[in-house]
T-cell receptor, first 111, second 116 residues
Framework: DAKTTQPNSMESNEEEPVHLPCNHS???????IHWYRQLPSQGPEYVIH???SNVNNRMASLAIAEDRKSSTLILHRATLRDAAVYYC????????????FGTGTRLQVFP | DTGVSQDPRHKITKRGQNVTFRCDPI?????LYWYRQTLGQGPEFLTY????????KSRLLSDRFSAERPKGSFSTLEIQRTEQGDSAMYLC??????????????FGEGSRLTVL
């Protein structure tokens, strides 16, 4: 399975934008880039996913590099409730259906 | 609440005992996954079902672990002869697969196992 690399932790102030990076240099052509987050004492929850083009939804934006070897999850205005571990995951839609989690990025948000 | 539910939420047992966890997925979801998570680590994949068929098992799933989904609805994960290293959060997730645009997995809140 292709791997992702994320910083262990990041910090942000409330109401500021947050850019969470992810490197995936061994990504294959059929790998989708998924982001999940895990709030304290909860199971992970889906945030966003993309293949090649940048994506936006109500939670976040996903910016994907042209060569697809990296991506960035963007939270436009961080709130205290965004404090969580964010996981960047490559998922091959046509080969296997499981998600393989790394250790993710722990985001701290300060008031 | 129509989310994924897991039972029990907490289980404390003595080494050598058997434990069983139950997962009730979202009702129309045909795929069900089990993960294990230890402190400071991301969830580790254990196994997954499509309907009642167990399609994939991780090498982490030793012969002491068995998972079933007999009627394609709820699932059970049994651990026999528990060891202290089995202490972890056991997470269940379900999905409709790629029938939805996202293929999103919906996770339960987990069952925390402590083996003394």
């Amino acid at each position: 399975d292709a791997k992702t690399t994320q910083p262990n932790s990041m910090e942000s102030n409330e109401e500021e934008p947050v850019h969470l990076p992810c490197n995936h240099s061994t990504i294959s052509g059929t790998d989708y880039i998924h982001w999940y987050r895990q709030l304290p004492s909860q199971g992970p929850e889906y945030v966003i996913h993309g293949l090649t083009s940048n994506v936006n939804n109500r939670m976040a934006s996903l910016a994907i590099a042209e060569d697809r070897k990296s991506s960035t999850l963007i939270l436009h205005r961080a709130t205290l409730r965004d404090a969580a571990v964010y996981y960047c995951i490559l998922r091959d839609r046509y080969n296997t259906d499981k998600l393989i989690f790394g250790t993710g990025t722990r985001l701290q948000v300060f008031p | 609440d129509t989310g994924v539910s897991q039972d029990p939420r907490h289980k404390i047992t003595k080494r050598g005992q058997n434990v069983t966890f139950r997962c009730d997925p979202i009702s129309e979801h045909n795929r069900l996954y089990w993960y294990r998570q230890t402190l400071g680590q991301g969830p580790e994949f254990l196994t997954y079902f499509q309907n009642e068929a167990q399609l994939e098992k991780s090498r982490l799933l030793s012969d002491r672990f068995s998972a079933e989904r007999p009627k394609g609805s709820f699932s059970t994960l049994e651990i026999q002869r528990t060891e202290q290293g089995d202490s972890a959060m056991y997470l269940c997730a379900s999905s409709l697969g790629w029938q939805t645009n996202t293929g999103e997995l919906f996770f339960g809140e987990g069952s925390r196992l402590t083996v003394l």
